[in-house]
């Protein structure tokens, strides 16, 4: 079964440059892509950012500029790397993968990542 695993996160002062991992297990990029959403208390959940095995990525407005996502060159872990972080990005951070049905829908997810800007 796909397992995505996170690491990174914590609390970080504001203007910081954190990064975030996520490994994902027994899933093949190449069928869909992979993503970072986050959830603020109050918020809804908003997708960060994602990528495509090709390099393709998307952004919210909130972070392009600031944060950057990316694939190592196994293509099995993806990384966000996040700077200029203020209060507002305080949030669970959670990876997801794609599922390929139709179109890709978000399916699998990883466990969250908590991110405290202060």
């Known amino acids: 079964h796909v397992q995505l695993v996170e690491s990174g996160g914590g609390s970080v002062e504001a203007g910081g440059s954190p990064r975030l991992s996520c490994t994902a297990h027994?899933?093949?990029?190449?069928?869909?892509?992979m993503g970072w959403y986050r959830q603020a208390p109050g918020k809804e959940r908003e997708l960060v950012a994602s990528?495509?095995?090709?390099?393709?990525?998307t952004y919210a407005p909130s972070v392009r500029g600031r944060f950057t996502v990316s694939l190592d060159n196994t293509k099995t872990t993806m990384h966000l790397q996040m700077s200029s972080l203020s209060t507002e990005d305080t949030a669970v951070y959670t990876c997801?993968?794609?599922?390929?049905?139709?179109?890709?829908?978000?399916?699998?997810w990883g466990q969250g990542t908590q991110v405290t800007v202060s």
């Open positions: 997801a993968a794609g599922k390929k049905l139709l179109v890709c829908v978000w399916d699998y």
């Open positions: 027994n899933y093949n990029i190449r069928t869909c892509a």
């Open positions: 990528v495509k095995a090709d390099g393709t990525t």
